[in-house]
């Protein structure tokens, strides 16, 4: 694997166990796509660092279990702003 690649996946973990940030939050940190930053954290990097990927994995599953509260929290500003 190309260093630049390696480094890529490790600051994206780093970042998403620092913030407790999404993949979205972080492909638009890092200027990559989203499936570049779930693939960099849920594969390649269990290959490189499987402690820090099983450290990633508890912050996105965190994140996945309140996603249905973000989107409702979002639809409310939408429609608030309507009024």
Same mark, same amino acid.
């Given at each position: 694997? $190309? &260093? @630049?690649?390696?480094?890529? #996946?490790?600051q994206? !973990? !780093?970042? #998403? #166990?620092?913030?407790?940030?999404?993949?979205? &939050?972080?492909?638009?940190?890092?200027?990559?796509?989203?499936?570049?930053? $779930?693939?960099?954290?849920?594969?390649? /990097? /269990? /290959? /490189?660092?499987?402690?820090? !990927?099983a450290?990633v994995?508890?912050?996105? &599953?965190?994140?996945?279990?309140?996603?249905?509260?973000?989107?409702?929290? !979002?639809t @409310?500003?939408? @429609?608030?702003?309507? &009024?």
């Open positions: 694997m $190309h &260093d @630049y690649i390696e480094e890529r #996946i490790f994206s !973990a !780093a970042y #998403i #166990i620092e913030n407790g940030a999404t993949v979205r &939050d972080t492909a638009r940190v890092f200027k990559i796509s989203k499936s570049t930053v $779930h693939k960099d954290v849920s594969e390649r /990097l /269990l /290959l /490189l660092n499987p402690g820090m !990927a450290q994995r508890r912050v996105l &599953d965190v994140n996945k279990a309140e996603r249905h509260i973000r989107g409702g929290q !979002a @409310y500003r939408k @429609y608030k702003c309507r &009024d």
